[in-house]
């Protein structure tokens, strides 16, 4: 047993901050805060320019399709270390698309999609979730139906986060009506300008773009189609469990209880420094705790996944204790802050930099996102535990 | 990192929870506890003697086993689940404090007769007043006028197994600091008197009045041996708690899996499966921060470090643990309540856990003094 990080992995470490001196400076990160850490921006875009270019968006693609065959340790650490300086992480194209296709496409497959993702210019919104179907995911209703060598989709998805600029829909759809409902579903990958597809942006309550999706008779080849027809449902929940993975991770979370306990021990208020007073100090120390208990939770999913095990309950777990503890910890720093948590990141006057009310504005979404904790908790109890459905 | 047992940890744990599967059983745990029983098992004790389990951590010129505290955690975990009398983890902290604060002489003649579990040690650390801190010992080891021994004089409270102990080791206040003086039980001015507490285990009031003993009874090392094995013994018994929450877990699953209402298990509900899930996930997280906790003490690696994540997983455990408890009592209801069932016993020890080597409050207070920005960007 060793908690250590080894040798190479501090060098890694050391190599991803190095990179994030050099290439997210000052501008990149007053561009982050302002925009609240919005992905489309021109800044933004170009750092992930960037991280195209050193192949870290491939970190942990097998090296015979192209990525570095680094470890899931290590894709935790870089992912990590960029969460921690507020910068644009690895997408969900990367982190969960490119791993399933690696997994399950056909060869040809591969070939065709993989160097489009690893150079960046093929990028998928994620097509799931459809107005009337969101935990109960296999209750989809989008259709595909093969006319000759073209499949035709029917249908709208929701929550399409990135349609707006992404170039491609990876999208879960149902291929077999007649079959039993986890056999029904496919994946296909539609151009997302291709004609009958309408995107619709709705506005959240944290400020970031989300899409509604329309496809009316949306015309695709058929070899479109990912890995085999009618196994769409285990392609999406094995995606899903790397994308847990990714949200479990902790880095934000640390950068938020540094900031804020430099702030506490910065700051004074009615003649007091912040820092001392016990109810502060108590808190501080509960985030350090759970911080600690989130971040191993979150190392322990992605070893797993290194020593050759999927990680289902522990998954879960990791996504279920980090996004609650974004909620707990933000609450803990904008009571902590007072009325000067209020204000936004680009008043000056903003500690953090605005960093809890965003957060605190973010964690609804992350609770909810990527199946939510209430799903996750059905996953440990039935998965981890046997308990009946 | 590696978070997995090594080979030669994972057959030790097979063996120890077959060992214990075999020679312990709850209704043994009942004769066992207190007030009825002593808080100990002679039978059990001297098995885990011949098991080696007593000096897995120590070397073999004093008759251990050469193992380190991570084999040790292996078997507290397992003593955790099956409930161990709390005499294997107070006399193990006695030896560790013996071997650290003790010279050569002292070692050779103290040490083989506790781990061979001919003789039975615990510390003897709090008082009134004290919990936690040497400046609030009230206990005194004064020079003995008559000779070149000491005198000990005052009162520690809740040590742990005092009726069935041969020797504690008693933190005192000396002329030059904290002192620790191994005393015999029977040694003259030595009353032990026991605490009714709740949990079953065995914690005693013990007075020392004028007890004199000879100079080498005094070990050297002084507060930092304390706090060095006050340390070590709670990230231990944090991997005991870790252990006795997941057998809390596992009935607990069993029960709802069993109980039918409605016409359908209990565990089919979501209200139940989500308190279950809940517990995983607390618990598999304490018993990360527990095993990181014993990993960093037994690497001998930079103090401040393993006070930081002892502290963490003390917290940790002590939530996880009576948390665990306190929901299994409500998912069996009034079935796990009747003390026929044996929930309670867990229950009880979870409590007793949970007050002993730091509360959370203390932990995260200490937490607190040590809290600073981890990594500046």
């Not at chain 1, 957060?359 to 909810?368: E, G, K, S, T």
């Not at chain 2, 404090?97 to 010279?103: C, P």
């Not at chain 2, 060095?228 to 709802?256: N, S, Y």
Request: glycine share 10%; charged share 25%.
């Amino acid at each position: 047993m060793d908690f250590r990080l080894t040798k190479e992995h501090e060098a890694w470490v050391d190599e991803v901050r190095a990179f994030l001196d050099e290439e997210f400076d000052a501008d990149a990160r007053e561009a982050v805060r302002r925009g609240g850490g919005e992905w489309g921006g021109d800044v933004i875009r170009a750092f992930r320019g960037r991280l195209v270019e050193k192949g870290w968006l491939s970190l942990t693609w097998p090296e015979e399709h192209g990525g570095q065959g680094r470890s899931m340790v290590e894709q935790v650490l870089l992912m990590d270390e960029l969460a921690y300086v507020g910068a644009p992480s690895i997408d969900m194209t990367s982190a969960s698309v490119a791993p399933a296709i690696i997994r399950s496409a056909r060869p040809e497959q591969r070939d065709r999609w993989l160097p489009p993702i690893r150079d960046g210019s093929v990028e998928f919104a994620i097509g799931y979730s459809e107005p009337d179907s969101g935990s109960d995911l296999a209750s989809l209703r989008t259709s595909a139906v093969l006319d000759g060598d073209e499949w035709v989709i029917d249908g709208e998805k929701i929550w399409n986060t990135g349609a707006e600029y992404c170039t491609h829909e990876w999208l879960a759809c149902r291929t077999e009506p007649d079959a039993p409902r986890h056999q029904a579903m496919s994946v296909l990958i539609v151009p997302i300008d291709a004609p009958g597809i309408t995107v619709q942006g709705i506005t959240t309550w944290r400020g970031m773009r989300t899409n509604q999706v329309w496809f009316d008779g949306v015309r695709v080849p058929a070899e479109n189609l990912i890995g085999e027809r009618g196994h769409g449902w285990r392609y999406v929940t094995q995606a899903l469990a790397f994308e847990r993975v990714a949200i479990g991770i902790t880095g934000g979370l640390r950068r938020l209880v540094d900031d804020l306990t430099a702030y506490c021990r910065a700051t004074e208020v009615d003649g007091e420094v912040l820092a001392d007073r016990l109810e502060v100090e108590r808190a501080l120390a509960g985030l350090e705790v759970d911080l600690e208990l989130a971040r191993l939770l979150n190392h322990r999913a992605a070893w797993m996944i290194d020593a050759g095990r999927v990680p289902n309950a522990e998954a879960s777990m990791t996504k279920v204790f980090t996004t609650e503890l974004h909620a707990r910890a933000s609450t803990v720093a904008l009571d902590v802050l007072g009325p000067h948590g209020q204000l936004d990141p680009y008043d000056d006057r903003s500690p953090l930099a605005g960093l809890a009310q965003l957060m605190y504005r973010a964690a609804p979404y992350l609770r909810f996102g990527g199946g939510t904790n209430e799903i996750q908790r059905d996953i440990v109890a039935q998965r981890g535990h046997g308990l009946p459905r | 990192m590696d978070l997995a047992l090594s080979d030669e940890q994972e057959a030790l744990r097979e063996s120890a929870r077959g060992f214990l599967g075999r020679a312990w059983s709850t209704s043994r745990v009942r004769g066992a506890r207190t007030p009825d029983g002593a808080g100990h098992d002679p039978g059990l004790w001297r098995e885990m003697a011949a098991l080696g389990w007593l000096g897995l951590a120590f070397p073999g010129a004093v008759g251990g086993g050469g193992g380190d505290l991570l084999d040790l955690a292996v078997v507290f975990e397992e003593a955790g689940r099956a409930l161990v009398p709390t005499t294997l983890h107070s006399t193990v902290e006695a030896a560790l404090l013996i071997d650290r604060a003790a010279d050569d002489d002292q070692r050779a003649v103290l040490l083989p007769p506790v781990l061979s579990g001919d003789r039975i040690v615990s510390v003897a650390l709090q008082e009134a007043g004290m919990r936690s801190s040497p400046a609030a010992i009230a206990t005194t080891a004064s020079r003995d006028a008559a000779g070149d021994g000491v005198v000990v004089d005052g009162t520690k409270l809740f040590v742990p197994n005092a009726g069935v102990a041969d020797a504690l080791v008693v933190v005192a206040r000396g002329p030059d600091g904290v002192v620790l003086v191994v005393v015999p039980t029977d040694s003259a001015g030595v009353v032990r008197t026991p605490l009714q507490t709740f949990a079953g285990d065995a914690q005693h009031m013990v007075a020392f009045d004028r007890v004199r003993l000879p100079a080498h009874r005094v070990l050297a090392g002084g507060w930092p041996a304390v706090a060095h094995v006050r340390r070590d013994a709670t990230a231990l018994q944090c991997v005991e708690m870790a252990g006795g929450a997941r057998a809390v877990l596992d009935m607990t699953v069993q029960f709802v899996t069993d109980r039918h209402q409605f016409g359908r298990p209990l565990g089919s509900l979501q209200a139940v499966q989500h308190q279950v899930a809940d517990l995983s996930m607390r618990i598999d997280a304490a018993w990360l921060a527990a095993w990181q906790a014993v990993w960093r003490c037994a690497g001998g690696a930079d103090a401040e470090g393993a006070e930081r994540e002892v502290a963490i997983a003390k917290t940790a455990a002590s939530d996880a643990y009576v948390d665990a408890t306190l929901t299994a009592h409500q998912l069996h209801g009034g079935i796990g309540f009747a003390v026929d069932h044996d929930l309670h016993l867990w229950s009880d020890r979870a409590r007793w856990a949970a007050a002993t080597h730091g509360t959370s409050d203390e932990h995260l207070c200490s937490l607190g003094q040590l809290s600073q920005p981890r990594r500046v960007s």
